[in-house]
């Protein structure tokens, strides 16, 4: 079914680079990206898809963004919109989806998920049976500004053929990458005010006594005595 590896993604800088080994399918050129304008910042910089829904559906592609805003913990977050964005693009509803492999931790800069599962029967089916469907992401940091990079396959057969097992799993990375960024001031108070509501409304009320206090102070003198 797998041809030979070839590179989905490159950074423009030579390193990372993320390869797999696309399908022997018929390449599907009308396919449309999904679509990532909500997310500030955020492009599709490769993007392509084999095969039809009647029989075997295969779609690839990789997603950069300025990690400005990263923090520990996000992580989970994208992989799931990740998720939600592959199979919107082609209009998929999942009937059930798990998570059954992770290596690598995001301290390190790269984190590979795998996520199988089945999605309801779509239009195209010939036997109106749910399809088998098998994701895998890639999440790590490329170019000086350490961008976040998120590459993704997902597959979709029929149910227990087995067939998108060598399709997903040979998206990897090749080359150097990064560790994550450090957060900004932004994103640590931004997590400050999460895990401590109490605290942080208490400094904010704080802060707006003494900037209130320091603005009546300066007031002219004329202002204070008949204001």
């Given at each position: 079914?797998t041809?030979d590896?070839t590179?989905?993604?490159r950074?423009?800088?030579?390193?990372?680079?993320?390869?797999w080994?696309?399908?022997?399918?018929?390449?599907?050129?009308?396919?449309?990206?999904?679509d990532?304008?909500r997310l500030?910042?955020?492009?599709i910089?490769?993007?392509?898809?084999?095969?039809?829904?009647?029989?075997?559906?295969?779609?690839?592609?990789?997603?950069?963004?300025p990690?400005?805003r990263?923090?520990?913990g996000?992580?989970?977050?994208?992989?799931?919109?990740?998720?939600?964005?592959?199979?919107?693009s082609?209009?998929?509803?999942?009937?059930?989806?798990?998570?059954?492999?992770v290596?690598?931790?995001i301290?390190?800069?790269?984190i590979?998920?795998?996520?199988?599962?089945?999605?309801a029967?779509?239009?195209?089916?010939?036997?109106g049976?749910?399809?088998?469907?098998?994701m895998?992401h890639l999440?790590t940091f490329?170019?000086?500004?350490?961008?976040?990079?998120?590459?993704?396959?997902?597959c979709?057969?029929?149910?227990?053929?087995g067939?998108c097992?060598?399709v997903t799993?040979?998206?990897?990375?090749?080359?150097?990458?990064?560790?994550?960024?450090p957060?900004?001031?932004?994103?640590?108070?931004v997590?400050?005010?999460?895990?401590?509501?109490?605290?942080?409304?208490?400094l904010?009320?704080l802060?707006?006594?003494?900037?209130?206090?320091?603005?009546l102070?300066?007031?002219?003198?004329s202002?204070?005595r008949?204001?």
């Amino acid at each position: 079914m797998t041809g030979d590896e070839t590179e989905l993604y490159r950074d423009p800088t030579g390193s990372p680079g993320v390869v797999w080994t696309p399908p022997s399918l018929t390449l599907d050129e009308s396919a449309q990206a999904p679509d990532v304008s909500r997310l500030p910042g955020a492009s599709i910089v490769a993007a392509v898809a084999f095969g039809d829904r009647a029989t075997l559906r295969v779609r690839a592609g990789c997603a950069r963004g300025p990690s400005g805003r990263f923090a520990k913990g996000i992580e989970d977050v994208l992989l799931d919109r990740a998720t939600w964005f592959a199979l919107a693009s082609e209009t998929l509803t999942p009937s059930e989806m798990a998570i059954v492999e992770v290596r690598g931790t995001i301290d390190d800069g790269l984190i590979e998920e795998q996520r199988d599962g089945k999605v309801a029967a779509v239009a195209a089916s010939p036997d109106g049976s749910d399809r088998a469907v098998a994701m895998r992401h890639l999440l790590t940091f490329a170019g000086k500004d350490r961008d976040i990079l998120l590459c993704s396959v997902m597959c979709v057969g029929p149910d227990k053929a087995g067939q998108c097992h060598d399709v997903t799993r040979s998206l990897r990375l090749v080359g150097t990458h990064a560790p994550p960024p450090p957060p900004s001031l932004l994103t640590h108070a931004v997590f400050f005010a999460a895990d401590h509501p109490v605290l942080s409304l208490g400094l904010v009320v704080l802060a707006f006594v003494l900037v209130s206090g320091v603005i009546l102070w300066r007031r002219p003198r004329s202002l204070r005595r008949f204001g």
